[in-house]
């Protein structure tokens, strides 16, 4: 194929991809919030937690609520989105710590039939979030939500540094603005204030990569300080771990609907459509693995659950968790999805829950791209998004068997763990013995796959997603969290 051709299939290939992932995203969400929005919002703050900020002009029932005639007085202020005046008087300055934000209006909003008022800050100089250096930035995107009862706030605006992993391109000035939307108009009025620095404000931090001890097994660290443990115990964990890695001669041999699988991923209208192997990445080299934003402690054992199946799935696979971002080659940031991070950063509002962008689409090359959750969902939705996109990452693609975290199907489980369909293809792509992707056959002779029943479950997709191996039931228990490692060795 000509470069020209080559780079256009790319292309190709790389838009529809998006399109499929908004697709099996909008259906997660359909599915998982149910039909209607209260669903959501219960779903959502029943696991609230602190940080997670729901943005009310979509989910919010007290404005789902709202009308006309319980807004008594509104209407007759409804020209304010265009009352110069009142705008032209609010008044807002850094407020004396240099800490916060100090703002005041002629008159309590709620008064002048305002629905919502933010203050946001927002890097200046950001266009582009979704390339590798540019997507440390969403997470120096922030909100607050005025209370309309009062004419005068203080706002205290945490700012963090959006570092890329090299420290080249902090985000080093905001905007301030004050967003106000009003029963009429979304957009009711806007204006920029003035810009922060580090020269004019002190509440900025630096982004840090998600850590807590005692989580990720220290034989996955990278780096890991041996005088945590001590050496005896460090040492220990890393013949425990190249123990399990043995496990791998342990693991069913490669079958033919794994291979099948990993022939095919699916299109825009959610049809089977093969992508050849030769197309298809595999993690090779160094990949060191680190979580930024809204993580929370479960998101940081997932990975650790993740990196204990690989090593023995994929026992060659060079893959750990560092807390020091300038190993970080692979990074997972979690924000939310709300309406100013969807105009900003990726447009997911009711599209996309997550997303994986590969290293060779992210403009900047990073060694094997990025990772996008979106941190408003929970428990067991937000663990199948992060399994689901670090499936991507290792090279699964879509499909449409019920039992599989990479699933499009209607009816599928959102399991946050590999399945075994996903474990088979793993098995096949990460295989010691494949140095290359050459074809689905060569790949069939390397692995002393039977081609015949291979073919057959390439032509019958039914027959592909029900095949049943046994031999990876203790894997699966184990992601479930219901068997150790060493539960499984002594058997
Ligand atoms: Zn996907």
Redesign the pocket.
């Known amino acids: 194929m000509s470069d020209k051709l080559l780079g256009f299939a790319m292309a190709w290939i790389f838009y529809w991809s998006i399109f499929a ?1 908004s697709q ?1 995203t909008t259906t997660y969400q359909y599915l998982t919030v149910g039909t209607t929005e209260n669903t959501f919002i219960s779903a959502i703050s029943e696991n609230s937690e602190q940080e997670i900020t729901i943005d009310s002009n979509h989910y919010s029932s007290e404005e789902h609520s709202s009308n006309v005639e319980e807004n008594p007085g509104h209407s007759a202020r409804k020209d304010i989105c265009f009352n110069d005046e009142f705008w032209n008087s609010v008044e807002a300055e850094i407020g004396p710590e240099r800490k916060n934000i100090v703002v005041s209006f002629p008159n309590n909003l709620k008064n002048e039939g305002v629905k919502t008022a933010y203050i946001k800050a927002i890097p200046s100089n950001t266009y582009m979030y979704e390339s590798f250096s540019n997507a440390f930035h969403m997470h120096s995107i922030n909100q607050v939500r005025l209370n309309l009862n009062d004419s005068s706030h203080k706002v205290s605006l945490l700012l963090l540094n959006g570092l890329d992993t090299k420290y080249t391109r902090n985000v080093n000035t905001w905007k301030v603005q004050l967003a106000v939307s009003s029963y009429e108009e979304e957009k009711c009025h806007e204006q920029t204030f003035f810009e922060l620095t580090n020269l004019n404000y002190e509440n900025i931090k630096d982004l840090k990569v998600f850590y807590k001890e005692n989580i990720i097994n220290p034989a996955f660290e990278l780096n890991y300080d041996v005088r945590n443990i001590g050496e005896e115990e460090y040492l220990n964990e890393f013949f425990q771990s190249q123990n399990h890695s043995k496990m791998h001669n342990l693991l069913p041999e490669p079958h033919g609907a794994g291979l099948a699988l990993l022939d095919f991923t699916l299109s825009k209208d959610e049809d089977y459509i093969e992508r050849p192997l030769h197309h298809r990445d595999r993690l090779e080299g160094k990949v060191v693995l680190g979580l930024f934003g809204n993580v929370l402690e479960e998101d940081l054992e997932t990975v650790n659950t993740i990196l204990r199946t690989l090593n023995i799935v994929a026992p060659n696979l060079d893959i750990s968790y560092s807390d020091n971002p300038s190993y970080v080659n692979l990074p997972i940031h979690f924000s939310n999805c709300d309406n100013l991070f969807s105009d900003l950063v990726n447009d997911c509002k009711d599209k996309i829950a997550g997303s994986y962008y590969p290293a060779k689409y992210t403009y900047s090359k990073s060694q094997f791209g990025w990772i996008w959750v979106d941190s408003r969902y929970k428990s067991d939705f937000r663990k199948h998004v992060l399994v ?1 996109e670090i499936g ?1 990452a290792l090279g699964l693609g ?1 499909n449409l068997c019920t039992d599989s975290v ?1 699933s499009y199907a209607d009816h599928a489980d959102y399991m946050g763990y590999f399945t075994s369909l996903d474990l088979m293809q793993l098995r096949i792509l990460y295989d010691p013995k494949i140095s290359y992707f050459f074809s689905s056959s060569h790949m069939a002779t390397t692995l002393d796959i039977d081609t015949v029943q291979y073919k057959e479950y390439r032509n019958d997709k039914g027959a592909m997603c029900g095949a049943k191996q046994s031999g990876w039931e203790d894997l699966i228990r184990f992601q479930k969290g219901d068997i150790t490692v060493d539960q499984i060795l002594q058997r």
Do not use: E, Y
Request: no cysteine; net charge neutral; charged share 0%.
């Open positions: 992932v099996l689901h991507h879509h990479m």
